[in-house]
């Protein structure tokens, strides 16, 4: 791993190099209490496809320091934009899934001159309805206290299908319900707290949104928040999909930046 330092919090991320230096550069950015090796697939097809990847452990995960206090979405987009800066990186693809998702649309809606576009894989609730919004919100309030069958409920029951990788649903449960309870608690408080909306309305990159089955935002509803977004949709797996279908995921990542992105 390598680390960068913004303010007093080490932030940990790991480097692929391209075979070409022209080719540009992915910024990939893991979900809720995940970390880089989630997108490991997805680095790696873009290695082989020449361009750089640059994989992040947002603070509060992976390698990253955990300091105890707030992780509002934008701080996450903050410090996205700082590794981008301190390693020059040349205005690059942004990739989030969950709420990566939203990280990259805030960087993109705060910082648009460090990226040329976004890719949003099946990204928490851009606008989550109230009841959405109060499950949620009762989910972290039960974590807080101690109790985190709810939490393991929403991984097991809500992010997987029952026809999805068993093997890789328990890795993934295992991994999210053991992440330090402050960091899960604020981190989420984060999402409920993120205004959506307004990032979308400030987003002027081109953006591609990769829904799961079933998708966190209606795709209508994300056409509203963010005209001209792409839509597409992975075929036979839940929140996961880029671990799950790794090449769907691809192919289409890849077909939004050589129709979409000048490098």
């Known amino acids: 791993m390598l680390y960068l330092t913004h303010g007093d919090v080490k932030l940990a991320y790991e480097?692929?190099?391209?075979?070409?230096?022209?080719n540009g550069t992915f910024v990939f950015v893991h979900g809720w209490t995940c970390n880089h090796t989630y997108f490991k697939p997805q680095a790696e097809f873009a290695q082989k496809a020449g361009y750089?990847?640059?994989?992040?452990?947002?603070?509060?995960h992976g390698f990253s320091d955990k300091p105890t206090g707030d992780y509002p979405i934008e701080?996450?987009?903050?410090?996205?934009a700082h590794i981008i800066q301190s390693l020059g990186l040349d205005r690059p693809v942004a990739?989030?899934?969950?709420m990566g998702g939203l990280t990259v649309l805030a960087l993109a809606s705060r910082h648009p001159e460090l990226v040329r576009g976004i890719v949003m894989v099946d990204p928490?609730?851009?606008?989550?309805?109230?009841?959405?919004?109060?499950?949620?919100?009762?989910?972290?309030?039960?974590?807080?206290?101690?109790?985190?069958?709810?939490?393991?409920?929403?991984v097991r029951d809500v992010l997987f299908l029952p026809t999805d990788d068993k093997n890789l649903r328990n890795k993934v449960l295992k991994e999210m319900t053991t992440a330090p309870t402050h960091v899960a608690v604020a981190a989420m408080r984060g999402v409920l707290d993120f205004d959506g909306k307004n990032a979308a309305k400030n987003c002027n990159v081109p953006a591609l949104h990769i829904a799961a089955e079933p998708p966190l935002n209606r795709q209508r509803e994300i056409s509203k928040l963010l005209p001209g977004v792409i839509n597409a949709q992975t075929s036979g797996a839940g929140h996961f999909n880029h671990l799950l279908v790794p090449t769907q995921v691809n192919d289409m990542i890849n077909y939004f930046v050589k129709n979409f992105i000048s490098w």
């Open 15 to 22: 480097d692929l190099q391209g075979t070409a230096s022209d």
């Open 52 to 60: 750089r990847a640059v994989s992040v452990d947002l603070r509060g």
């Open 75 to 80: 701080q996450f987009a903050d410090d996205t």
């Open 95 to 98: 990739v989030g899934h969950s």
């Open 124 to 154: 928490a609730p851009i606008d989550p309805p109230p009841q959405m919004r109060e499950a949620i919100a009762s989910m972290v309030n039960s974590l807080e206290s101690g109790d985190a069958g709810p939490q393991k409920s929403f």
